[in-house]
Nanobody
Framework: QVQLAESGGGLVEAGGSLRLSCAASGRIFDINVMGWYRQAPGKQRELVATITNGGSPNYADSVKGRFTISRDNAKNTVYLQMNSLKAEDTAVYYC?????????WGQGTQVTVSS
């Protein structure tokens, strides 16, 4: 089993910044990809960004140039630096960890951007 603990959400004005953190614990030795997804009210959960254990990132077009995903393998933690936030970034953000067969999700952290 893998446990994911997210932190860093909150309320911010448009144009502001937030940094999300996700610390993994448990059976983490074979996690290959970690990432962030988000779900806005009435919408499906969508990819925000992922990063491999080698550090290769992948971003949704909607966040390219504004968000940066990073990973500290020594701390088993993945970060999402969110800059130039927009009202449409408002959502619950979920951390995801992918092992070879199993996927794990965090509980989610609310990000609200006021316009």
């Amino acid at each position: 089993q893998v446990q994911l603990a997210e932190s860093g959400g909150g309320l911010v004005e448009a144009g502001g910044s937030l940094r999300l953190s996700c610390a993994a614990s448990g059976r983490i030795f074979d996690i290959n990809v970690m990432g962030w997804y988000r779900q806005a009210p009435g919408k499906q959960r969508e990819l925000v960004a992922t990063i491999t254990n080698g550090g290769s990132p992948n971003y949704a077009d909607s966040v390219k140039g504004r968000f940066t995903i990073s990973r500290d393998n020594a701390k088993n933690t993945v970060y999402l630096q969110m800059n130039s936030l927009k009202a449409e970034d408002t959502a619950v953000y979920y951390c995801r960890a992918q092992r070879p067969i199993t996927t794990y999700w965090g509980q989610g952290t609310q990000v609200t951007v006021s316009s």
